[in-house]
C-alpha cells in the first residue's frame, strides 16, 4: 500500500496573516536561541529583546495606547508560530500577556492605563501570579489573603507560580477576603514586604525564572484594584487566566516545531513515512478543534477537549522525533531531549483537573470514564 506525502500545512494557508513573513523570520530567529537560552538557565535577554524587536508585546496590547488588540484567533495562530521557535520565550510571553489583558480589561482605572503606556513604551514588564485561584494548592504556606487596611489592602501570603518575577515591574494577582469574596490586583514588585524568591529548579523551561513571590504585609492602596471583590472574581469576563485555548496553541506550535524536524528525516528513513502522515493529519485536527473552539462554532469541542487533544499530541510528537533521532537525541545541545521536556510541561502547567485524570488514565489504558 503507497501513501500520499502528508504534511503540516503552511501557515498562510491555515488563516493569513499579513506579518506571515515577518512572523516566518520571528520563528527562525527564536529557534536559534532557544537552545543556547535552554542550557544558561538564566533569564533570558536576548529571546526577548527579539520578541520586542519584532513587536510581539503590542499583538496583547489594546489600541487606546498604540497596541494592535489581535483578535483571537489571530493571537492564537501567532502564539503557535512563536511556540515553534522557542518554548521558553512563548511561555513567558504568554504570562507577560495575560498581565497585560487584565490591565487593559480595567483600562479606565488610572493606574492601569498607566502600566498599558509603560509596557507600550517598554518600560515595564507584567506577569501574572494568580495560580492560588485556580490550579495550584498551596502545601505549607499560607495562601495569598487580603483584609482591608485604611484606603486599601494588607496582602499576606504566598503566590507560587510566577514567571519571570524577577523581572517584573507588576504583577497582577488574586487573594481572598476573610468573607470568601476575592479581588485582583496589580501589584508593583518594589512594594515593601515583596519578596521574589530564587527561581524553581524546574526540568525544562528553568529561563522562564518562575518563582515564588512571598508578601508580607504589602500594602495595596485602592488604586491598584483591578477586579473584585467578588465570589469567584476569576470567573469573570477577561479575568488573568494563563491556560485555556492559549495553552494549547502553544503546545500545538512545538508539536509543529518537533513534526517538521520528524519528517526532515523522512528522506533517510523509509520506515517514518507512515508515522509523519498520520501524525501531520493528528495535528491539522487538532488544529481544526482549536480555531472551531475560539470561534464558538456549533458543536465545538470545549476548551478542556483541546487541551487534552494537545496535550497527547504534544507528547506522541516529541517522543516520535527523539526515539528517530537515537541517542544523538538525548544530547544537551540536541532539540529533540529539549522539546521533550519541554512538552512534559503541558502535563502539569494550568492543567485543570478534568484533562490531567483524562491523561492519567489514557496513559494507563483505561477506557475514559
Known sequence: MTHEPT??????????????GRLADLTARLAALDGPADEAGVWPAELWSTLVEYGVPLWALPTAVGGEACDRLRILQ?????AEGSMTAAFILSQHDAGVRRLAAAIERHSAHSWLEMIKADEAFATVGISQLTTSRRLGA????????????????AMPWVTAAEMADVVVTGAVLDDGRQILVALPTDRPGLEVRE???????QSSCTSEIVCDGVHAED??????PADDVMSHPNAAGTGGLETSALALGQARAALAALEGERPKRADLAEP???????????????????????GAPTSAQVRAQA?????????????ARRGSGFLRTEPAQRWARQALFFLVWSCPSPVAQATIRDLAGVCPA
Open 7 to 20: 504534511t503540516v500545512p503552511a501557515w498562510s494557508d491555515l488563516r493569513h496573516d499579513p506579518a506571515d
Open 311 to 323: 496535550n497527547a499530541l504534544v507528547l506522541r510528537v516529541t517522543q516520535a522525533y527523539l526515539t
Open 78 to 82: 501567532r502564539y503557535a508560530r512563536v
Open 276 to 298: 509523519v502522515e498520520a501524525l501531520s493529519a493528528a495535528w491539522r485536527d487538532a488544529w481544526e478543534s482549536l480555531t472551531a473552539a475560539a470561534a464558538e462554532m456549533p
Open 223 to 228: 488604586a491598584f484594584l483591578l477586579a473584585g
Open 142 to 157: 499560607n495562601p495569598l489573603t487580603a483584609v482591608r487596611e485604611g484606603h486599601g489592602y494588607r496582602i499576606d501570603g
Open 199 to 205: 527561581p524553581f529548579p524546574l526540568a525544562a523551561l
